[in-house]
């Protein structure tokens, strides 16, 4: 955690989610929790031993979790379907196509684990198409919340939705990015650091790692804005064209595929917004995945303070030399 | 409503749901045919809902996990006043809501299906939901049997029977054909009725085409208290048509304007016998 010296650290994103879902449930008792075998995983185990008729067990079948989940929902229940995010998002596609979204239930569907969360377990249990599957199926808000705060604002907003959502996080501790009693606006994208020179748009667990990029680039006379885009749908298309509008170029970063996740969505923003700016996605390619911890991964692919650094400074100096030429 | 009068809606219904096919000049035709008289029973004799409780938290609920067969469906809900039937002249026009499969734009559908294997797991959510609540709901589910080599419907099952749902029940429209032939020819199903109740479910078998005998195992629900119930509906896929009983071509079949006179001839004629 050297890398993230000077933020406090908090929790794991998930224990948020369980103590918040508990408070939620424990106030409202048509808060419900199905699970599939997840219960452990999900630290939803305080949640089944205080309110045991309000968790549904299914088993390990992630498309009768989903399915389920959107026939409780149909009677007014207010649902959450919690599994890892690679099965929940993969295995019961259809289910979250047809029974949640086209179908208009409005479950709540939390992918824990996210990302490379589970990385040392290989790419079954990677969940980096997630977000590029949901975003291309109507009527599903997705959400990447990146620190303590955000979760939290995100499970007490989610209850209150009427219509679809998915949220997903991992399970280590992540430093507070947010100072207290910073509000989320689901749609609306947070600042964290002001910056012209380059905007780093991030989501999730990365969004630490743009951060301690743009002050060690502070260091360097580099200003880099740092935005936290933890609604992916609907984007907040205004953050993303007011960077290009006010930097000089854009950085991207997302424990994603770099194939339809929130860089191609900021590209497609810009490019028929008419705003041509430097631009890199950071995320992971189009290859076999490495494996290691989450940070390991994030490192070989650029997701560093340094590796995050190194691409904003060599976008800005292309540009420099591209406009004298 | 009498038995005598089922039997005369059931042919109604088949002589309407011919018609918008053939308007809209596609349609599941075999299977709506089979699986009619369960719906003409179910909204007619069992099924506690109606156009003016259908946001009544307390209403039964009705599934169609074969949502493909959604022809059968529309001309049972027009005919209980959910709509009115003209709005069928539409079907599968541009931008009408009358689309091939259910969906809940369309007054009195719960839910949204036509891919295989979605309902079952959805009815046992809200019959979970039911039993949370202590209310006194009932859920019907139709499958078909083709349906049920899709995994999740057994999924479905093996929680339907450990929380003892018994106020679910599913109910397979059995007509032993599929789009590619005969059931047990593409994936053998036998013997459903000792895979039902290797899962905890509580089985009967009727003929699908009895409305007496469907009204009378329908409304003996639950038939073991503290298990779903699953009736095995002996059913003809494109039952009530001579040349289109028991042949795979007609599941998704629409008659020539000949094939039409000639099916609707028989409708009127079986009608006519009925009535007298």
């Known amino acids: 955690m050297s890398s993230q010296a000077g933020f406090e650290l908090g929790k794991a994103n998930l224990d948020v989610f369980a103590e918040t879902l508990l408070a939620l449930a424990k106030d409202d008792r048509n808060v419900l929790v199905v699970t599939s075998d997840s219960r452990g995983s999900g630290k939803l185990t305080p949640f089944a031993a205080a309110l045991p008729d309000q968790i549904v067990e299914v088993g390990i079948a992630e498309q009768n979790l989903v399915g389920v989940a959107a026939g409780l929902a149909s009677t007014g229940k207010i649902v959450y379907a919690v599994s890892p995010a690679s099965f929940l998002t993969a295995r019961s596609l259809e289910q979250i196509k047809n029974d949640v979204c086209y179908s208009d239930h409005p479950v709540k569907l939390i992918g824990i684990s996210a990302g490379v969360s589970y990385g040392a377990l290989g790419s079954t249990h990677h969940s980096i198409h997630d977000i590029a599957a949901l975003r291309a199926i109507h009527n599903c808000t997705i959400i990447v919340p990146a620190d303590n705060l955000e979760t939290a604002e995100a499970i007490k907003a989610s209850a209150e939705m009427s219509h679809p959502v998915f949220i997903r996080f991992g399970k280590?501790?992540?430093?507070?990015?947010?100072?207290?009693?910073?509000?989320?606006?689901?749609?609306?994208?947070?600042?964290?650091?002001?910056?012209?020179?380059?905007?780093?748009?991030?989501?999730?667990?990365?969004?630490?790692?743009?951060?301690?990029?743009?002050?060690?680039?502070?260091?360097?006379?580099?200003?880099?804005?740092?935005?936290?885009?933890?609604?992916?749908?609907?984007?907040?298309?205004?953050?993303?064209?007011?960077?290009?509008?006010?930097?000089?170029?854009?950085?991207?970063?997302?424990?994603?595929?770099?194939?339809?996740?929130?860089?191609?969505?900021?590209?497609a923003v810009l490019m028929q917004a008419g705003l041509h700016v430097p631009f890199r996605i950071v995320g992971f390619p189009d290859e076999d995945t490495v494996t290691g911890s989450q940070l390991e991964i994030f490192a070989h692919y650029g997701i560093s303070a340094q590796g995050l650094a190194h691409t904003a400074m060599t976008l800005l100096d292309s540009a420099e030399e591209a406009r004298q030429l | 409503m009498t038995d005598a009068e089922l039997k005369i809606k059931s042919i109604q219904?088949?002589?309407?749901?011919?018609?918008?096919?053939?308007?809209?000049?596609?349609?599941?035709?075999?299977?709506?045919?089979?699986?009619?008289?369960?719906?003409?029973?179910?909204?007619?004799?069992?099924?506690?809902?109606?156009?003016?409780?259908?946001?009544?938290?307390?209403?039964?609920?009705?599934?169609?996990?074969?949502?493909?067969s959604v022809e059968a469906l529309y001309v049972v809900l027009a005919d209980k006043g959910f709509f009115p039937?003209?709005?069928?002249?539409?079907?599968?026009?541009?931008?009408?809501?009358?689309?091939?499969?259910?969906?809940?734009?369309?007054?009195?559908?719960?839910?949204?299906t036509g891919a295989l294997g979605h309902g079952l797991a959805f009815s046992v959510g809200v019959a979970l939901a039911g039993k949370r609540d202590h209310a006194g709901y009932r859920v019907y589910t139709l499958l078909g049997?083709?349906?049920?080599?899709?995994?999740?419907?057994?999924?479905?099952?093996?929680?339907?029977?450990?929380?003892?749902?018994?106020?679910?029940?599913?109910?397979?429209?059995?007509?032993?054909?599929?789009?590619?032939?005969?059931?047990?020819?593409?994936?053998?199903?036998?013997?459903?009725?000792?895979?039902?109740?290797?899962?905890?479910?509580?089985?009967?078998?009727?003929?699908?085409?009895?409305?007496?005998?469907?009204?009378?195992?329908?409304?003996?629900?639950?038939?073991?208290p503290g298990k779903p119930s699953v009736v095995i509906a002996k059913t003809v896929k494109g039952k009530g048509v001579s040349f289109m009983e028991n042949e795979a071509r007609w599941h998704h079949g629409v008659p020539s304007d000949q094939q039409y006179e000639q099916a609707q001839q028989e409708l009127e004629a079986l009608l006519r016998e009925v009535k007298a």
């Not at chain 1, 580099?222 to 953050?239: E, G």
């Not at chain 2, 069992?46 to 609920?61: H, K, Q």
């Not at chain 2, 047990?184 to 509580?202: H, I, N, Q, R, S």
Request: proline share 3%; with cysteine; charged share 25%.
């Open chain 2, 85 to 112: 039937e003209s709005d069928l002249e539409t079907l599968g026009r541009r931008q009408s809501p009358y689309v091939g499969h259910p969906t809940r734009k369309i007054h009195g559908i719960e839910h949204n």
């Open chain 1, 172 to 267: 280590r501790p992540m430093p507070h990015v947010h100072g207290p009693g910073t509000a989320l606006e689901v749609g609306k994208a947070l600042l964290v650091h002001e910056g012209n020179d380059v905007a780093f748009i991030a989501a999730g667990e990365t969004v630490v790692h743009a951060l301690l990029a743009a002050r060690d680039m502070e260091k360097e006379g580099i200003s880099a804005r740092v935005i936290s885009m933890h609604t992916i749908k609907p984007l907040d298309r205004q953050a993303v064209i007011l960077a290009a509008e006010e930097c000089r170029a854009i950085v991207t970063v997302e424990e994603h595929s770099c194939a339809g996740g929130l860089g191609e969505a900021c590209a």
């Open chain 2, 13 to 68: 219904y088949r002589i309407r749901l011919l018609k918008y096919i053939k308007k809209a000049g596609a349609g599941h035709t075999g299977g709506s045919l089979s699986c009619v008289d369960i719906l003409n029973v179910l909204y007619n004799r069992i099924l506690t809902v109606s156009p003016g409780n259908f946001t009544d938290p307390a209403r039964d609920r009705y599934v169609q996990s074969k949502g493909h």
């Open chain 2, 145 to 224: 049997d083709g349906e049920l080599a899709e995994g999740s419907n057994w999924e479905a099952m093996l929680t339907a029977a450990h929380y003892r749902l018994d106020n679910l029940t599913a109910i397979v429209d059995r007509n032993q054909l599929q789009i590619s032939g005969r059931t047990e020819d593409v994936c053998g199903l036998e013997c459903l009725v000792t895979k039902f109740e290797a899962f905890g479910w509580a089985v009967r078998s009727v003929d699908g085409h009895d409305v007496a005998a469907l009204a009378d195992v329908l409304g003996s629900i639950p038939f073991e």
